[in-house]
T-cell receptor, first 113, second 109 residues
């Protein structure tokens, strides 16, 4: 158990809908990272927040947005969902803003039908 | 373009048969390279961070090494429980984390 929690574990929704994925980092960690993992693309970095501020941005679609709240939990919002958004979404956390040692949560499996 | 390439894509070994996994990278100003292990349907589990060429780190049957162009994950006398996908990653200069596609390792008893 990494100490990072993600909810929900599974999510099934229809195209065009909007969903919110939630992540709580390990106690004491200030950074939260979001990743998307699909079979053909591997693990893709989406975005990083450090102590409430956006710190780094990867290949995150405009339909996706994220935020980190004062209690350091984070939410990833996915809107206008498409079939291709079906994937595993992982959250990770680390102590600092540039720490390479990240601890991953169990993931949320999103299925768009 | 910053890139991480892992080889082989898949590897099947007999229990006790040692081997190495490769991670080659092209990134400006390497600030570290890290290795993760991922079991099916689970989140990656942190293994090692390497910061400079020549550095080595060990954990049980695993040893990671780093050169200026690549990293190797050596697996000595593996056991079936070492079966997993091994991922390496590097941060780009603008802090995007770039993962390789991984090596799927299967150890046969």
């Amino acid at each position: 158990d990494s100490g990072v929690t993600q909810t929900p574990k599974h999510l099934i929704t229809a195209t065009g809908q909007r969903v919110t994925l939630r992540c709580s980092p390990r106690s004491g960690d200030l950074s939260v990272y979001w990743y998307q993992q699909s079979l053909d693309q591997g693990l893709q970095f989406l975005i990083q927040y450090y102590n409430g501020e956006e710190r780094a941005k990867g290949n995150i679609l405009e339909r996706f947005s994220a935020q980190q709240f004062p209690d350091l939990h984070s939410e990833l919002n996915l809107s206008s969902l498409e079939l291709g958004d079906s994937a595993l979404y992982f959250c990770a956390s680390s102590v600092g803003g540039t720490t390479l040692e990240q601890y991953f949560g169990p993931g949320t499996r999103l299925t768009v039908t | 373009e910053d890139q991480v390439t892992q080889s082989p894509e898949a590897l099947r070994l007999q229990e006790g048969e040692s081997s190495s996994l490769n991670c080659s990278y092209t990134v400006s100003g390497l600030r570290g390279l890290f290795w993760y292990r991922q079991d099916p349907g689970k989140g990656p589990e942190f293994l090692f961070t390497l910061y400079s060429a020549g550095e080595e780190k060990e954990k049980e049957r695993l040893k990671a090494t780093l050169t200026k162009k690549e990293s190797f994950l050596h697996i000595t006398a593996p056991k079936p429980e070492d079966s997993a996908t091994y991922l390496c990653a590097v941060p780009s200069l603008d802090d995007k984390i770039i993962f390789g596609k991984g090596t799927r390792l299967h150890i046969l008893p």
